[in-house]
């Protein structure tokens, strides 16, 4: 299964996969039943979840009803039970959307939801992060997960997200960081998927965020606050809804 993963995610393209995987892995699914680790997504419980990664696959990653992630589910709980995401009437925008969140964030009644993306099938929008198509101070909430890595320039990526964030709004903006290097690695030289692979973990990823991730994030205008939720949360909670136990959230806001 690991194997299998690991090739399709690797090889296959994103809009492609989006559109197969969610049937696919549901019927899998019916394989995990059980109730080792729980979906707080969609509040279903599974034996284990699968293995998911394209280098190194990892073991009990990702959820087959919902398709989430273990930083999904650790996002998931903390804007549940850390903000007031669910709870206040809120503009949102959510660049590059996660299957997993479609569904629940479209239900959630005090949301008004706009999806955007340059590529993906499921976006309501289509347009390109340097140059978003919105006024200023138009959003509450800006999300754009594992985004950063893939842009030719991050910080007029992260400019733009700050200039349509209303003043005193959110945006969360995780990425792959490389926990041991200090600074982010990158060079527009490199342009062989293999090498890009080997040095920024994915053959897409132009760079590879270090730890001054929030040192550039503060540099395009927001208050930074960096999280170790898993750890605020527990050593029975990372094992029962499988979480990244080391993730830090980069809670970002617009200075009012």
């Known amino acids: 299964m690991k194997k299998i993963i690991s090739l399709l995610i690797r090889f296959l393209p994103r809009p492609f996969l989006q559109r197969i995987s969610p049937l696919g892995l549901k019927m899998v699914g019916i394989f995990y039943a059980g109730n080792n680790v729980e979906c707080p997504i969609i509040n279903r ?11 190194h696959p990892r073991d009990n990653a990702l959820c087959p009803g919902s398709l989430s992630l273990e930083r ?3 996002l998931w709980l903390y804007l549940k039970k850390e903000t ?12 590059a959307p996660e299957q997993c969140f479609l569904k629940p964030f479209r239900n959630a009644k005090n949301l008004e939801y706009i999806t955007a993306d340059i590529v993906s099938p499921l976006a309501d929008v289509k347009m390109d992060l340097h140059d978003i198509p919105f ?4 959003f509450d909430v800006v999300m754009a997960n594992h985004v950063l890595e893939h842009v030719k320039d991050d910080h007029k990526c ?40 080997r040095l920024y973990w994915q053959r897409d990823h132009v760079r590879l965020f270090g730890l001054d991730y929030s040192g550039k994030l503060r540099a ?19 094992q029962r809804y499988a979480l990244p ?11 009012a």
């Open 45 to 55: 419980t599974y034996r284990k979840f699968l293995p998911y990664g394209r280098l």
């Open 135 to 138: 006024s200023e101070n138009e």
């Open 84 to 95: 007031d995401f669910f709870t206040s009437d809120k503009r949102f925008l959510h660049v």
């Open 220 to 238: 395009a205008g927001f208050e930074v606050k960096e999280i170790k939720y898993a750890r605020d949360l527990g050593e029975k909670a990372i």
């Open 245 to 255: 136990s080391e993730e830090v959230i980069y809670f970002c806001t617009k200075p």
């Open 158 to 197: 992260m400019t733009e997200i700050q200039r349509v964030l209303k003043p005193g709004g959110f945006a969360i903006m995780q990425v792959p960081i490389d926990y041991s290097n200090p600074k982010t690695e990158e060079d527009p030289n490199i342009t062989d998927p293999a090498e890009r692979e």
């Open 72 to 74: 999904h589910r650790l």
